[in-house]
């Protein structure tokens, strides 16, 4: 059984940066695709970011977000840049059992608790 532990959000003003952690254990955590959803109050849960070797992220991240991992310290980020209002959520880290980076929330079999990113206008 994996558990994943995020860290690292709260509030910022637009244009700012936030770097989010997800601590891994209970697994043998460079089995696991990671990623990174988000939901906000009222909207369906999204993806954000994945890496397995390759990383993938959603349209309106790409160039401000950056996801990594290392296996070192059981540990994956997202490196939050240029953060705008509209990338207000509550931030989730996922692990599945598998070798592809999926966006649908459903394929992932391990969450974290979730973390509050807050972008002030």
């Known amino acids: 059984q994996v558990q994943l532990v995020e860290s690292g959000g709260g509030l910022v003003q637009a244009g700012g940066s936030l770097r989010l952690s997800c601590a891994a254990s209970?697994?043998?955590?460079?089995?696991?695709?990671m990623a990174w959803f988000r939901q906000a109050p009222g909207k369906e849960r999204e993806f954000v970011a994945g890496i397995r070797g390759t990383t993938e992220y959603r349209d309106s991240v790409k160039g401000r977000f950056t996801i990594s991992s290392d296996n070192a310290k059981n540990t994956v980020y997202l490196q939050m840049n240029s953060l705008k209002p509209e990338d207000t959520a509550v931030y989730y880290c996922?692990?599945?059992?598998?070798?592809?980076?999926?966006?649908?929330?459903?394929?992932?079999?391990?969450w974290g608790q979730g973390t509050q990113v807050t972008v002030s206008s």
């Open positions: 209970g697994g043998i955590f460079s089995r696991y695709t």
């Open positions: 996922a692990a599945r059992e598998n070798v592809i980076v999926e966006c649908r929330w459903i394929e992932y079999d391990y």
